[in-house]
């Protein structure tokens, strides 16, 4: 997901976003979130987040899972035309996820949107 910022400006950034986690234990696996600005290659300051994790170290339960929303609200100013893009990774400490999704239903979205608040 990514919106292009269309001219020089001060901006803010706003996402919601949806992680979706299984696993079967022994597991600790998680998801984090970030912006990236495409434009300069770079992660936009501050803005990794932890989306949602899952840990159960009792070999033999049940399968465990959870779905969670993660803001992400950041202020950037650009010189030109830039392209934010959300990245997200899934992090297996112990085991491993069956499921990993960062993804949007009728239950909740994954959201990017911007505005712009100066020149």
Do not use: C, F
């Amino acid at each position: 997901m990514e919106v292009t910022l269309p001219r020089a400006g001060t901006y803010e950034l706003d996402a919601d976003v949806r992680g979706r986690l299984s696993g079967v234990p022994a597991v600790n696996t998680y998801i984090t979130a970030r912006l990236w600005n495409v434009t300069t290659g770079a992660a936009v300051p501050e803005s990794e987040r932890l989306v949602n994790q899952i840990i159960d170290h009792n070999q033999g339960d049940a399968v465990t899972g959870s779905n969670q929303t993660a803001p992400i609200s950041e202020l950037i100013k650009v010189q030109g035309p830039t392209t934010i893009r959300l990245q997200a990774q899934r992090n297996d400490a112990t085991g491993a996820a069956s499921i990993a999704q960062v993804y949007s239903d009728g239950a909740g979205h994954t959201s990017l949107r911007y505005e712009r608040v100066s020149s």
